[in-house]
């Protein structure tokens, strides 16, 4: 495998963040952020950063979804993750919201499997 010549250049999509200055419905419990070249989506528990970087076509993005997690006091861990997501730029922000939402589901039913009550009523209220 040969590596690129030129590192690829991660933004954030201009109608992204339009989209979710217009407000992309999400839970109550959401702060949305916009900064640089970054939107975060904070949580109680979780930090979702969404970038984008170019694909194959003019009409097409890459969404880079980075999450942190946090664990529930009094324990001290967290986790992240990384992943991406290919998007029709006129549906990305549908798309990513939907990432979130599902990922947000996961990251509840984990954190209340392993930390017990009170995630229940949250992760139903999102199913």
Request: hydrophobic share 40%; aromatic share 8%.
């Amino acid at each position: 495998m040969v590596c690129p010549s030129e590192p690829v250049r991660v933004s954030l999509d201009n109608r992204l963040a339009e989209s979710f200055r217009a407000g992309v419905e999400l839970p109550d419990d959401c702060r949305i952020e916009i900064a640089d070249d970054r939107l975060w989506v904070l949580f109680p528990e979780s930090d979702f950063v969404i970038q984008t970087r170019p694909a194959d076509g003019p009409d097409s993005v890459h969404l880079i979804f980075s999450v942190a997690v946090r664990a529930p006091e009094p324990s001290l861990e967290t986790w992240w993750d990384k992943w991406s997501v290919p998007a029709e730029r006129r549906v990305q922000a549908e798309v990513a919201r939907d990432e979130i939402l599902t990922s947000r589901k996961m990251i509840l039913r984990m954190l209340d499997e392993r930390f017990g009550a009170g995630r229940r009523s949250a992760e139903m209220r999102y199913a």
